[in-house]
């Protein structure tokens, strides 16, 4: 069976401030991807990121990283000086074998002016 | 437009009715797929096609659902004799391929209240 854990439900920072985002999966798999998704208050899930269980490289992208660690199962996400514009729901998503995306609970982020 | 669109954008109904909800996919896009999302939840997977066929149903709750896409494009998730818990926002994802790794892209959802 395949599950992610997003054990942070809130999350309420400052502007500016840094914030990292939970993620913890557990899959059999042994070639699987991982993703993150943005859901704004608009609903429209918005694609960020995705990497492969071959790849552990950490990735950076603006003021967005991802740190990959195979050893800990985990695939958090870090926002850096946060803005008020990053306020959404986020989701981390799993895909095995099969082709169906295996989402988390989600975690709210609000950022604060 | 070049994204997934989904209609209607809201949908409540009577317990007990049927609706249909549609989903038109990216041009060009051969895999579909349906998720569900409750109400503070994530999406859950319900149904994915490659092509015309349903290569993967797994995700369908019960026989009152079921989903076409009979010329391989658009797709239609029908549900029967609604029940107040099936209200939720139905998600509509398409990918150029099914093979990986296949970004999703999602449709703006459709909001369905059964009263």
């Known amino acids: 069976a395949q599950k992610v854990t997003q054990a942070q439900t809130e999350i309420s920072v400052v502007e500016k401030e840094d914030v990292t985002l939970d993620c913890v999966y557990e899959?059999?798999?042994?070639?699987?991807?991982l993703f993150w998704y943005k859901q704004p208050p608009s609903g429209e899930l918005v694609f960020l990121i995705r990497?492969?269980?071959?790849?552990?490289q950490n990735e950076i992208s603006g003021r967005y990283s991802w740190n990959f660690q195979k050893s800990t199962s985990s695939f958090n996400f870090t926002i850096t000086a946060s803005q008020v514009v990053d306020s959404a729901v986020y989701f981390c998503a799993l895909k095995g074998g099969a082709q169906k995306l295996v989402f988390g609970q989600g975690t709210r982020l609000t950022i604060n002016p | 437009g070049a994204g997934v669109s989904q209609t209607p954008s809201n949908k409540v109904t009577e317990k007990g009715k049927y609706v249909e909800l549609r989903c038109d996919p990216i041009?060009?896009?051969?895999?579909l797929y349906w998720y569900r999302q409750s109400l503070g939840q994530g999406p859950e997977f319900l149904i994915y096609?490659?092509?015309?066929?349903?290569?993967?149903d797994s995700g369908l709750p019960n026989d009152r659902f079921f989903a076409v896409r009979p010329e391989g494009s658009v797709s239609t998730l029908k549900i029967q004799r609604t029940e107040r818990g099936d209200s939720a926002v139905y998600l509509c994802a398409s990918s150029m391929t099914s093979g990986s790794p296949n970004e999703q892209f999602f449709g703006p959802g459709t909001r369905l209240t059964v009263l």
């Open positions: 096609f490659q092509g015309t066929g349903a290569a993967d």
């Open positions: 041009s060009g896009h051969t895999a």
């Open positions: 990497r492969n269980s071959f790849d552990e």
């Open positions: 899959t059999r798999d042994t070639t699987y991807y």
